[in-house]
């Protein structure tokens, strides 16, 4: 019998922030085939074009809502960049995204874990908690340690989703 996931959550306020990375628009199908951790792979080669990330260290990977009925999303492997001297130029065939201050209901999944039981558990938190998941464009993120190889089937990540009261 398997033991029961659990699942560590809390709520974080994070300031509104700019980052900097590739953009990849598909299904959750292109997704499960490998999409983003090959989009994943080809923002870790390009990540030196880069200038002023506040932390190099962690690759967040944002998604957003894309089409109407759920069939797919957008997500985009980034890099939060300093605002500092202004803008931080965007390289070619890269994007800029601004990510506005949100509270976020946030929980680590671990090596050994199940991803889908991780969402699960955290968006069951969330309800128990009286919040609802914020209705913005931004349906969540997810920030892995950099050295992480994409490809790596048992990966460790921070989930974090974006949260406000329930009304």
């Known amino acids: ?21 590739l953009r990849w628009e598909g299904t959750f199908a292109e997704a499960g085939a490998g999409g983003i951790r090959a989009m994943q792979k080809r923002f870790k080669e390009r990540l030196g074009e880069i200038e002023g990330a506040k932390d190099p260290g962690s690759l967040l990977g944002l998604s957003y809502h894309a089409y109407p009925g759920g069939e797919g999303f957008v997500h ?25 201050a949100l509270a976020y209901a946030s929980c680590r999944h671990r090596k050994g874990q199940s991803i889908d039981r991780s969402y ?7 309800e128990e908690q009286g919040c609802a ?14 050295e992480q190889d994409p490809y790596d089937r048992d990966p460790e990540f921070e989930i974090l989703i974006p949260v406000a009261p329930k009304k």
């Open 1 to 21: 019998m398997a033991e029961e996931q659990k699942t560590e959550a809390a709520i974080v306020n994070k300031p509104a922030f700019r980052a900097v990375g």
């Open 76 to 100: 985009v492997a980034a890099v939060e960049v300093g605002s500092e001297g202004g803008e931080a130029a965007v390289p070619e065939g890269m994007t800029a995204v601004s990510v506005p």
């Open 120 to 126: 699960r558990n955290l968006y069951q938190w969330i």
């Open 133 to 146: 998941v914020h209705p913005g464009e931004l349906t969540h993120f997810e920030v892995y340690p950099m």
